[in-house]
T-cell receptor
Framework: NAGVTQTPKFRVLKTGQSMTLLCAQD?????MYWYRQDPGMGLRLIHY???????AKGEVPDGYNVSRLKKQNFLLGLESAAPSQTSVYFC???????????????FGPGTRLTVT | AQKVTQAQTEISVVEKEDVTLDCVYE???????LFWYKQPPSGELVFLIR??????QNEISGRYSWNFQKSTSSFNFTITASQVVDSAVYFC??????????????FGKGTKLTVNP
């Protein structure tokens, strides 16, 4: 059981280049999330998905796109990278809420992205 | 809007000291959940605890304890007899239920704890 995995672990991009970050989970979770973590800022939600084929914007969605074509995968795309997108990106997943309890999120190891 | 404040940016203690990490939250919801996550130097966030808004009982798990007080909108985390392995960044988070039932987490900025031998 690998949990949540992220590919790649590190990446350096030049301004204007594009790339896709891949998140995969093997826990059959309904919900998936993409966050970015910047020094002194905590984690901020970029986009999330409540199921296959559905996505929604989070707190800081500008400059990013996402897709959830398969339940186990959640892709984060940068169409034209900017230095402001230099960050550590975390993917997370959780069960859907089936009762009164809010489910905890399981996080991947992160992707460190540098845009020069 | 929901907000989580962790006023302590960094804390440094000596091993075996007790340490409390503060978390203050703001929400208009009557039903909400609070979480603590640990981020060790390896980078991956690890879930520690969840507390719902209608359960104000304190919780103890080994050397960890949590004090939830609705009257002061606080959810503080205490480590007793700290150890070097407790060194990490600790995040407090608030759950905001949104469309589709997803659980959007609003995170505080984190408190970096360093436990020195």
């Amino acid at each position: 059981n690998a949990g949540v995995t992220q590919t790649p672990k590190f990446r350096v991009l030049k301004t204007g280049q594009s790339m896709t970050l891949l998140c995969a989970q093997d826990m059959n979770h309904e919900y998936m999330y993409w966050y970015r973590q910047d020094p002194g800022m905590g984690l901020r939600l970029i986009h999330y998905s409540v199921g296959e084929g559905t996505t929604a914007k989070g707190e800081v969605p500008d400059g990013y796109n996402v897709s959830r074509l398969k339940k186990q995968n959640f892709l984060l795309g940068l169409e034209s990278a900017a230095p402001s997108q230099t960050s550590v990106y975390f993917c997370a997943s959780s069960y859907a809420r089936t009762g009164p309890t809010s489910p905890e999120q399981y996080f991947g190891p992160g992707t460190r992205l540098t845009v020069t | 809007a929901q907000k989580v404040t962790q006023a302590q940016t960094e804390i440094s203690v000596v091993e075996k000291e007790d340490v409390t990490l503060d978390c203050v939250y703001e929400t208009r919801d009557t039903t909400y959940y609070l979480f603590w996550y640990k981020q060790p130097p390896s980078g991956e966030l690890v879930f520690l605890i969840r507390r719902n808004s209608f359960d104000e009982q304190n919780e103890i798990s080994g050397r960890y304890s949590w004090n939830f007080q609705k009257s002061t909108s606080s959810f503080n985390f205490t480590i007793t007899a700290s150890q070097v392995v407790d060194s990490a960044v600790y995040f407090c988070a608030l759950s905001e239920a949104v469309w589709g039932g997803s659980e959007k987490l609003v995170f505080g900025k984190g408190t970096k704890l360093t436990v020195n031998p």
